[in-house]
T-cell receptor, first 111, second 115 residues
Framework: EDKVVQSPLSLVVHEGDTVTLNCSYE??????LLWYKQEKKAPTFLFML??SGIEKKSGRLSSILDKKELFSILNITATQTGDSAIYLC???????????WGLGTSLAVNP | GAVVSQHPSWVICKSGTSVKIECRSL??????MFWYRQFPKQSLMLMAT?????????EQGVEKDKFLINHASLTLSTLTVTSAHPEDSSFYIC???????????FGPGTRLLVL
């Protein structure tokens, strides 16, 4: 059975800290891995990763994929209170391009 | 571009009534639309995948007679929760995709409360 596991489930840090969120997966016919940020409403797209070892970066956020070890990490440096959200990892697998979702990591950044 | 709207954003109804939720892609044509359900502090649970003009594909465990999906056009899909019960109370989110998975755009969600 395809599955995506995120860790930790919940994290509380202080502003300025650096955090690393993990996403591991076991799927058939991997196509891509996506990271989303969900605040109060709908998830917003952060990154899509398809190749191992190539870092994607956007401001203080970066992500990388390891297809050999079947995981990805999302790094946030110099965290701000506005980074508080649920971070969701999803893996696209199979021919029907369905996304398999992890449970998410709830991040709280305290001032 | 790439805006997806949902209507209504909040609905409270009595047990036994049916509720229709609309999902529209406002500025693009969506090849596929998805319906998700999300419980508090949990992840998105895919309910069904909908393609215009064809029957929706439901995930295992989702009752197709209870959650009716109609995909009338490339910009509109509707989810009807029939004979709603309190356990159907949840946050329902739709998304519309126009290409690869990175082009899946989410609506703002509809919060349903069944009394």
């Amino acid at each position: 059975e395809d599955k995506v596991v995120q860790s930790p489930l919940s994290l509380v840090v202080h502003e300025g800290d650096t955090v690393t969120l993990n996403c591991s997966y076991e799927v058939t016919n991997f196509r891509s891995l996506l990271w989303y940020k969900q605040e109060k409403k709908a998830p917003t797209f952060l990154f899509m990763l398809t190749s191992s070892g190539i870092e994607k970066k956007s401001g203080r956020l970066s992500s990388i994929l390891d297809k050999k070890e079947l995981f990805s990490i999302l790094n946030i440096t110099a965290t701000q209170t506005g980074d508080s959200a649920i971070y969701l990892c999803a893996v696209e697998a199979g021919n029907n391009r369905k996304l398999i979702w992890g449970l998410g990591t709830s991040l709280a950044v305290n001032p | 571009g790439a805006v997806v709207s949902q209507h209504p954003s909040w609905v409270i109804c009595k047990s036994g009534t049916s509720v229709k939720i609309e999902c529209r892609s406002l500025d693009f044509q969506a090849t596929t639309m998805f319906w998700y359900r999300q419980f508090p502090k949990q992840s998105l649970m895919l309910m069904a995948t909908s393609n215009e003009g064809s029957k929706a594909t439901y995930e295992q465990g989702v009752e197709k007679d209870k959650f009716l999906i109609n995909h009338a056009s490339l910009t509109l899909s509707t989810l009807t929760v029939t004979s709603a019960h309190p356990e159907d109370s949840s946050f329902y989110i739709c998304s519309a995709m126009r290409g690869g998975p990175e082009t899946q755009y989410f609506g703002p969600g509809t919060r349903l409360l069944v009394l």
